[in-house]
C-alpha cells in the first residue's frame, strides 16, 4: 500500500490553526462562564495588597515577546512612587489584558499604544490610548454591553465575541472602581478605569 506523505509546512499550519480555533473556544468558554458567575455575584475574588506598576510591567513584558514583530510599540508611563492596591491581582490582569488585546486588533495600521498609570488622590486611574479606527459616536453608549461589537469591527471582520469589555467593567466595579472611555471614529480610542488605593 502506497504511503502518503505530509507536507511538513502545510501540516504545521494545519495544526497552528487547530490550535487557535482550541484557543478561541477556551477563551469564549471562559468568558462565559465568568459573565454566569458575575450575574449571580459568585465570581471569586482574592484581594491581596499589590504594587500596581510591577503588574503592568509584568503584563506589559508578556505583550512586548508577542507584538514587537507586527509594528505595534507599548509605551507605559508609571509614576516613580509605590502605588498600593488591595485587589484580585489576577482579575485585575485580565482587565489590562483586554484592553491592550483590543487596543492592537483595533490598531490595523500599527503605531503605538500607551498605557498609563495615574496616581489621583486616593485613586489609581490607569488608562489604554491607541491610534487605531475608534468607536462610532452613535454605538458608544453600547460598548460594555454583553456581546456587542461595534458596526466597524464587524466590518472589517475583527475577531471577538463582544464580551471583554462587559466582563472588564464588571470586575473593576466589583473592586468599587469604575471604567470609561473616550474615542473619536478614525482617531483611536482612550479606555480608562479606576481602583481605589490602600490608605
Known amino acids: ?37 458575575l450575574r449571580t455575584g459568585a465570581l471569586p475574588l ?24 507586527d509594528g505595534i510599540r507599548i509605551r ?23 484592553l491592550l488585546t483590543n487596543a492592537i486588533k483595533y490598531s490595523p495600521g500599527g503605531g503605538p499604544i500607551d498605557l498609563r498609570l495615574v496616581h489621583a488622590g486616593r485613586s489609581a486611574i490607569v488608562s489604554v490610548a491607541d491610534r487605531g479606527v475608534g468607536i462610532p459616536a452613535d454605538q458608544q ?24 469589555l462587559h466582563i472588564s467593567k464588571q470586575i473593576v466595579e466589583q473592586h468599587g472602581g469604575r471604567m470609561w472611555f473616550d474615542s473619536l471614529l478614525g482617531a483611536g480610542s482612550t479606555f480608562y478605569f479606576s481602583l481605589p488605593l490602600e490608605p
Open 46 to 69: 482574592e484581594h491581596k495588597l499589590v504594587e500596581l506598576q510591577d503588574l503592568l510591567r509584568d503584563v506589559v513584558e508578556r505583550f512586548r515577546r508577542h507584538v514587537g514583530e
Open 141 to 164: 453608549g453600547m460598548v460594555f454591553e454583553p456581546f456587542f461589537r461595534t458596526r466597524n469591527a464587524i466590518e472589517a471582520q475583527v475577531e471577538g465575541a463582544g464580551l471583554g
Open 76 to 98: 507605559m508611563e508609571i509614576p516613580p512612587m509605590p502605588v498600593p492596591c488591595r485587589c484580585d491581582r489576577t482579575r485585575i490582569e485580565q482587565v489590562v489584558v483586554n
Open 1 to 37: 500500500m502506497r504511503q502518503i506523505q505530509a507536507d511538513p509546512k502545510a501540516l504545521r499550519g494545519s495544526l497552528e490553526r487547530i490550535v487557535r480555533q482550541a484557543q478561541r473556544v477556551s477563551s469564549l468558554t471562559s468568558q462565559l462562564l465568568d459573565v454566569s458567575r
